[in-house]
Protein backbone atom coordinates (compact mmCIF):
# COMPACT_ATOMS: atom_id res chain seq x y z
CA UNK A 1 0.00 0.00 0.00
CA UNK A 2 1.39 3.31 -0.85
CA UNK A 3 1.77 5.64 1.88
CA UNK A 4 0.25 9.27 2.45
CA UNK A 5 3.80 10.99 0.75
CA UNK A 6 3.97 8.78 -2.13
CA UNK A 7 0.39 9.12 -2.94
CA UNK A 8 0.81 12.97 -2.56
CA UNK A 9 3.89 12.95 -4.66
CA UNK A 10 2.27 11.10 -7.57
CA UNK A 11 -0.67 13.37 -7.34
CA UNK A 12 1.33 16.45 -7.84
CA UNK A 13 3.29 14.86 -10.71
CA UNK A 14 -0.07 13.97 -12.80
CA UNK A 15 -1.64 17.89 -11.25
CA UNK A 16 1.53 20.05 -12.39
CA UNK A 17 0.29 18.73 -16.28
CA UNK A 18 -2.74 19.81 -16.04
CA UNK A 19 -0.96 23.55 -14.66
CA UNK A 20 1.07 23.21 -17.91
CA UNK A 21 -2.38 22.80 -19.54
CA UNK A 22 -4.14 25.77 -17.53
CA UNK A 23 -1.06 28.10 -18.23
CA UNK A 24 -1.95 27.09 -22.45
CA UNK A 25 -5.46 28.52 -21.47
CA UNK A 26 -4.47 31.94 -19.55
CA UNK A 27 -1.94 32.74 -22.44
CA UNK A 28 -4.49 32.34 -25.56
CA UNK A 29 -6.66 34.62 -23.30
CA UNK A 30 -3.43 37.11 -23.32
CA UNK A 31 -2.60 36.90 -26.51
CA UNK A 32 -6.39 36.86 -28.13
CA UNK A 33 -6.18 40.44 -26.06
CA UNK A 34 -2.83 41.27 -27.73
CA UNK A 35 -4.21 40.61 -31.26
CA UNK A 36 -7.09 42.40 -30.60
CA UNK A 37 -4.85 45.50 -29.85
CA UNK A 38 -2.84 44.94 -32.63
CA UNK A 39 -5.96 44.64 -35.01
CA UNK A 40 -6.60 48.32 -33.67
CA UNK A 41 -2.80 49.48 -34.00
CA UNK A 42 -2.98 48.22 -37.68
CA UNK A 43 -6.44 50.04 -38.38
CA UNK A 44 -5.33 53.01 -36.92
CA UNK A 45 -1.98 53.44 -38.36
CA UNK A 46 -4.00 52.36 -41.86
CA UNK A 47 -5.87 56.10 -41.52
CA UNK A 48 -2.35 57.51 -42.37
CA UNK A 49 -1.53 55.83 -45.21
CA UNK A 50 -3.19 58.50 -47.48
CA UNK A 51 -0.32 60.82 -46.87
CA UNK A 52 2.41 60.31 -49.92
CA UNK A 53 4.81 62.19 -47.88
CA UNK A 54 4.91 61.61 -43.80
CA UNK A 55 5.84 64.63 -42.18
CA UNK A 56 7.49 64.51 -39.13
CA UNK A 57 4.62 66.13 -37.17
CA UNK A 58 2.81 63.44 -38.20
CA UNK A 59 4.84 60.27 -37.33
CA UNK A 60 4.85 61.70 -33.81
CA UNK A 61 0.73 62.46 -33.89
CA UNK A 62 0.35 58.54 -35.27
CA UNK A 63 3.22 57.48 -32.65
CA UNK A 64 0.74 59.58 -30.15
CA UNK A 65 -2.21 57.18 -31.29
CA UNK A 66 -0.36 53.51 -31.01
CA UNK A 67 1.02 55.01 -27.59
CA UNK A 68 -2.83 55.96 -26.36
CA UNK A 69 -4.52 52.54 -27.98
CA UNK A 70 -1.52 50.52 -26.34
CA UNK A 71 -2.14 52.68 -22.87
CA UNK A 72 -6.02 51.72 -23.17
CA UNK A 73 -4.81 47.89 -23.79
CA UNK A 74 -3.15 47.49 -20.04
CA UNK A 75 -6.28 47.73 -17.59
CA UNK A 76 -7.58 44.89 -19.52
CA UNK A 77 -4.56 42.88 -19.55
CA UNK A 78 -4.09 43.08 -16.06
CA UNK A 79 -7.72 42.48 -15.31
CA UNK A 80 -7.25 39.37 -17.37
CA UNK A 81 -4.14 38.07 -15.13
CA UNK A 82 -5.19 39.46 -12.16
CA UNK A 83 -9.23 36.96 -12.74
CA UNK A 84 -7.09 33.91 -13.61
CA UNK A 85 -4.36 33.50 -11.16
CA UNK A 86 -6.88 34.86 -8.18
CA UNK A 87 -8.87 32.00 -9.36
CA UNK A 88 -6.13 29.91 -9.99
CA UNK A 89 -5.24 30.64 -6.30
CA UNK A 90 -8.48 29.11 -4.93
CA UNK A 91 -8.43 26.60 -7.11
CA UNK A 92 -5.51 25.37 -5.73
CA UNK A 93 -5.57 25.39 -2.21
CA UNK A 94 -8.80 23.59 -2.66
CA UNK A 95 -7.18 20.68 -4.79
CA UNK A 96 -4.32 20.86 -2.42
CA UNK A 97 -7.20 20.38 0.62
CA UNK A 98 -8.67 17.20 -0.82
CA UNK A 99 -5.46 15.51 -2.02
CA UNK A 100 -4.06 16.13 1.40
CA UNK A 101 -7.39 14.42 3.49
CA UNK A 102 -7.59 12.15 0.65
CA UNK A 103 -3.98 10.30 1.39
CA UNK A 104 -4.68 10.85 5.03
CA UNK A 105 -6.34 7.57 6.67
CA UNK A 106 -7.77 9.94 9.62
CA UNK A 107 -9.84 12.42 9.51
CA UNK A 108 -8.65 16.00 9.34
CA UNK A 109 -10.23 19.38 8.94
CA UNK A 110 -7.34 21.89 7.38
CA UNK A 111 -7.01 25.52 8.18
CA UNK A 112 -7.37 27.07 4.30
CA UNK A 113 -6.61 30.81 3.78
CA UNK A 114 -9.34 33.32 2.65
CA UNK A 115 -9.81 34.22 -0.51
CA UNK A 116 -8.96 37.65 0.40
CA UNK A 117 -5.79 36.36 1.92
CA UNK A 118 -4.90 34.46 -1.62
CA UNK A 119 -5.86 37.72 -3.65
CA UNK A 120 -3.61 39.90 -1.39
CA UNK A 121 -0.25 37.31 -2.25
CA UNK A 122 -1.25 37.20 -5.93
CA UNK A 123 -1.24 41.05 -6.11
CA UNK A 124 1.39 41.64 -3.63
CA UNK A 125 3.99 38.66 -3.68
CA UNK A 126 7.23 39.24 -6.62
CA UNK A 127 8.12 36.62 -8.26
CA UNK A 128 11.29 36.73 -10.69
CA UNK A 129 11.28 39.96 -8.89
CA UNK A 130 8.41 41.82 -10.52
CA UNK A 131 4.77 41.83 -8.90
CA UNK A 132 2.32 40.62 -11.28
CA UNK A 133 1.20 44.55 -12.43
CA UNK A 134 4.98 44.92 -13.00
CA UNK A 135 4.88 41.86 -15.04
CA UNK A 136 2.22 43.62 -17.13
CA UNK A 137 3.28 47.01 -17.16
CA UNK A 138 6.93 45.26 -18.71
CA UNK A 139 5.01 43.27 -21.69
CA UNK A 140 2.63 46.83 -22.34
CA UNK A 141 6.44 48.80 -22.33
CA UNK A 142 8.29 46.33 -24.29
CA UNK A 143 5.78 46.51 -26.83
CA UNK A 144 5.32 50.32 -27.33
CA UNK A 145 9.35 50.54 -27.36
CA UNK A 146 9.58 47.68 -30.29
CA UNK A 147 6.64 49.22 -32.57
CA UNK A 148 7.61 52.94 -32.28
CA UNK A 149 11.01 51.66 -33.14
CA UNK A 150 9.72 49.59 -36.20
CA UNK A 151 7.53 53.08 -37.29
CA UNK A 152 10.79 55.46 -36.78
CA UNK A 153 12.67 52.68 -38.75
CA UNK A 154 10.32 52.59 -41.68
CA UNK A 155 9.95 56.12 -41.95
CA UNK A 156 13.26 56.87 -42.04
CA UNK A 157 14.20 54.56 -44.59
CA UNK A 158 11.15 55.61 -46.49
CA UNK A 159 8.55 53.01 -46.37
CA UNK A 160 5.00 53.21 -46.68
CA UNK A 161 2.59 52.58 -44.12
CA UNK A 162 1.86 49.12 -45.32
CA UNK A 163 5.51 48.68 -45.01
CA UNK A 164 5.58 49.29 -41.90
CA UNK A 165 2.87 47.53 -40.84
CA UNK A 166 4.68 44.17 -42.32
CA UNK A 167 7.35 45.19 -39.45
CA UNK A 168 4.75 45.11 -37.07
CA UNK A 169 2.46 42.26 -38.06
CA UNK A 170 5.23 40.14 -40.00
CA UNK A 171 4.30 38.39 -43.39
CA UNK A 172 1.83 35.87 -43.39
CA UNK A 173 4.47 33.57 -45.71
CA UNK A 174 6.49 33.50 -42.32
CA UNK A 175 2.69 32.89 -40.83
CA UNK A 176 3.18 36.25 -39.04
CA UNK A 177 6.05 35.14 -36.92
CA UNK A 178 8.63 37.78 -38.29
CA UNK A 179 6.88 41.10 -36.82
CA UNK A 180 7.94 42.52 -33.79
CA UNK A 181 4.47 41.64 -31.98
CA UNK A 182 5.20 38.54 -31.75
CA UNK A 183 7.69 39.32 -29.48
CA UNK A 184 5.14 40.32 -27.19
CA UNK A 185 3.39 37.48 -27.92
CA UNK A 186 5.84 34.96 -26.99
CA UNK A 187 6.67 37.60 -23.62
CA UNK A 188 3.27 37.33 -22.92
CA UNK A 189 3.78 33.15 -22.66
CA UNK A 190 6.92 33.25 -20.45
CA UNK A 191 4.93 35.81 -18.29
CA UNK A 192 2.22 33.34 -17.76
CA UNK A 193 3.90 30.27 -17.41
CA UNK A 194 6.23 31.93 -15.05
CA UNK A 195 2.87 33.37 -13.13
CA UNK A 196 0.95 30.29 -13.08
CA UNK A 197 3.71 28.54 -11.47
CA UNK A 198 4.46 31.27 -8.73
CA UNK A 199 0.54 31.58 -8.21
CA UNK A 200 0.21 27.91 -7.38
CA UNK A 201 2.83 27.29 -5.47
CA UNK A 202 2.52 30.39 -3.27
CA UNK A 203 -1.00 28.96 -2.96
CA UNK A 204 0.00 25.84 -1.44
CA UNK A 205 2.27 27.23 0.75
CA UNK A 206 0.05 29.50 2.45
CA UNK A 207 -2.21 26.22 2.75
CA UNK A 208 0.99 24.14 4.28
CA UNK A 209 2.17 27.49 6.32
CA UNK A 210 -1.89 27.11 8.18
CA UNK A 211 -1.28 23.24 9.15
CA UNK A 212 2.17 22.87 10.15
CA UNK A 213 1.22 20.69 12.34
CA UNK A 214 0.17 18.44 9.71
CA UNK A 215 2.96 19.64 6.80
CA UNK A 216 6.28 18.67 8.07
CA UNK A 217 8.53 19.54 5.10
CA UNK A 218 7.84 20.85 1.43
CA UNK A 219 9.55 18.41 -1.34
CA UNK A 220 10.50 19.92 -5.02
CA UNK A 221 9.79 18.22 -7.75
CA UNK A 222 11.43 18.71 -10.79
CA UNK A 223 10.17 17.86 -14.42
CA UNK A 224 12.32 14.86 -15.73
CA UNK A 225 13.59 15.90 -19.52
CA UNK A 226 15.97 17.26 -21.73
CA UNK A 227 14.50 21.01 -21.22
CA UNK A 228 15.29 20.85 -16.88
CA UNK A 229 17.64 23.51 -16.08
CA UNK A 230 20.65 22.62 -14.06
CA UNK A 231 18.99 24.63 -10.65
CA UNK A 232 15.77 23.07 -10.96
CA UNK A 233 17.42 19.86 -11.58
CA UNK A 234 19.99 20.41 -8.34
CA UNK A 235 16.81 20.84 -6.41
CA UNK A 236 14.55 17.92 -7.46
CA UNK A 237 13.57 15.74 -4.43
CA UNK A 238 15.09 18.32 -1.46
CA UNK A 239 13.01 18.90 1.29
CA UNK A 240 13.22 22.02 2.82
CA UNK A 241 11.24 23.65 5.81
CA UNK A 242 7.57 24.71 5.51
CA UNK A 243 8.63 28.50 6.00
CA UNK A 244 11.85 28.63 4.02
CA UNK A 245 13.82 27.56 1.37
CA UNK A 246 14.02 28.03 -2.47
CA UNK A 247 10.55 27.52 -4.05
CA UNK A 248 9.52 27.47 -8.08
CA UNK A 249 9.17 29.39 -10.26
CA UNK A 250 13.14 29.20 -9.73
CA UNK A 251 13.47 30.73 -13.58
CA UNK A 252 11.49 32.33 -16.17
CA UNK A 253 8.77 29.53 -17.67
CA UNK A 254 9.86 27.38 -14.45
CA UNK A 255 8.03 23.40 -14.65
CA UNK A 256 9.15 22.71 -11.40
CA UNK A 257 6.76 22.34 -8.84
CA UNK A 258 6.37 21.10 -5.01
CA UNK A 259 4.63 18.80 -2.62
CA UNK A 260 3.80 18.34 0.79
CA UNK A 261 5.66 16.03 3.12
CA UNK A 262 3.31 14.95 6.17
CA UNK A 263 3.98 13.94 9.31
CA UNK A 264 4.16 10.97 10.81
CA UNK A 265 1.63 9.86 13.47
CA UNK A 266 3.96 10.61 15.97
CA UNK A 267 4.89 13.46 14.80
CA UNK A 268 1.14 14.75 14.89
CA UNK A 269 0.88 13.30 18.66
CA UNK A 270 -0.86 10.10 18.06
CA UNK A 271 0.79 7.11 19.84
CA UNK A 272 1.36 4.90 16.32
CA UNK A 273 -0.86 1.77 18.67
CA UNK A 274 -3.61 3.30 18.90
CA UNK A 275 -3.67 4.03 14.91
CA UNK A 276 -6.00 1.45 13.04
CA UNK A 277 -3.99 -2.04 12.15
CA UNK A 278 -4.61 -1.27 8.58
CA UNK A 279 -3.31 2.47 8.37
CA UNK A 280 0.15 2.18 11.07
CA UNK A 281 2.28 2.32 7.58
CA UNK A 282 0.39 4.91 5.28
CA UNK A 283 1.41 7.44 7.67
CA UNK A 284 4.99 6.73 8.61
CA UNK A 285 6.70 11.11 7.44
CA UNK A 286 9.05 9.25 4.96
CA UNK A 287 10.33 10.96 2.21
CA UNK A 288 9.09 8.98 -1.27
CA UNK A 289 12.00 7.21 -2.29
CA UNK A 290 11.38 8.26 -6.45
CA UNK A 291 13.53 8.72 -8.91
CA UNK A 292 15.58 12.11 -8.67
CA UNK A 293 16.80 14.29 -11.71
CA UNK A 294 20.27 12.77 -11.55
CA UNK A 295 19.31 9.07 -11.45
CA UNK A 296 16.86 9.47 -14.54
CA UNK A 297 19.63 11.46 -16.22
CA UNK A 298 22.61 8.76 -15.45
CA UNK A 299 20.10 6.29 -17.54
CA UNK A 300 19.77 8.56 -21.10
CA UNK A 301 21.84 8.10 -23.65
CA UNK A 302 24.64 10.19 -24.17
CA UNK A 303 23.04 12.65 -26.52
CA UNK A 304 20.88 13.21 -24.15
CA UNK A 305 23.34 14.08 -21.21
CA UNK A 306 24.72 16.50 -23.66
CA UNK A 307 22.14 18.17 -24.57
CA UNK A 308 21.12 18.72 -21.22
CA UNK A 309 24.10 19.77 -19.61
CA UNK A 310 26.32 20.70 -22.23
CA UNK A 311 29.02 18.19 -23.43
CA UNK A 312 31.79 19.45 -21.56
CA UNK A 313 29.97 19.22 -18.23
CA UNK A 314 28.21 15.81 -19.68
CA UNK A 315 31.95 14.38 -19.81
CA UNK A 316 32.42 15.71 -16.21
CA UNK A 317 29.31 14.00 -15.21
CA UNK A 318 29.67 10.70 -16.64
CA UNK A 319 33.36 10.52 -16.09
CA UNK A 320 34.82 12.88 -13.88
CA UNK A 321 32.63 12.13 -11.12
CA UNK A 322 30.49 15.32 -10.84
CA UNK A 323 26.72 15.28 -9.99
CA UNK A 324 24.30 17.41 -11.10
CA UNK A 325 24.19 20.08 -7.47
CA UNK A 326 28.13 20.71 -8.44
CA UNK A 327 27.12 22.90 -11.18
CA UNK A 328 25.44 25.17 -9.46
CA UNK A 329 26.23 27.07 -6.13
CA UNK A 330 23.96 27.11 -3.08
CA UNK A 331 21.70 30.04 -4.76
CA UNK A 332 21.07 28.19 -7.82
CA UNK A 333 23.70 30.09 -10.04
CA UNK A 334 25.32 28.08 -12.37
CA UNK A 335 29.33 27.57 -12.25
CA UNK A 336 30.95 28.56 -15.79
CA UNK A 337 33.62 26.34 -17.39
CA UNK A 338 36.32 28.11 -15.75
CA UNK A 339 34.38 28.68 -12.29
CA UNK A 340 33.94 24.22 -12.23
CA UNK A 341 38.26 24.02 -12.96
CA UNK A 342 38.81 26.04 -10.44
CA UNK A 343 36.48 24.63 -7.99
CA UNK A 344 37.60 20.59 -9.18
CA UNK A 345 40.66 19.90 -11.21
CA UNK A 346 41.02 16.71 -10.42
CA UNK A 347 37.50 16.41 -12.00
CA UNK A 348 38.91 17.42 -15.14
CA UNK A 349 41.63 15.22 -15.31
CA UNK A 350 39.88 12.08 -14.32
CA UNK A 351 36.95 13.04 -17.65
CA UNK A 352 40.16 13.62 -19.86
CA UNK A 353 39.80 17.47 -20.04
Same mark, same amino acid.
Given at each position: ?27 ? =? ?7 ? /? ?33 ? #??? /? ?6 ? /? ?27 ? %?????? $? ?23 ? @? $? ?75 ? #? ?11 ? =?????? %?????? @? ?17 ? $? ?12 ? =? ?25 ? /? ?46
Amino acid at each position: MATANESLFDRAVSHQIGLLRFSGHVRN =RVVAHLNRV /EDDLIRQMRTYSGDSDITLARLDRMLRDVRDILDE #SRP /ETMAIMAD /EMTGLAEHEVDYQDRAIRDAVPIRLELTK %PTAEQL $RAGVMARPFQGKLLREWVSDLDDGA @R $RRIRDAVRIGWTEGETIDQMVRRIRGTRAAQYKDGVMEITRRGAQAMVRTAVNHTATYARDALYAANDDVVKGIRWV #STLDARTTAICAS =RDGKVY %PVDSGP @RPPAHIACRSTTTAILASW $REMGIDIDEAPPGT =RASLDGQVPAETTYAEWLKRQPVSVQD /EVLGKTKATLFRKGGMEIGDFVDTRGNVYNLDQLRARDAAAFARAGL
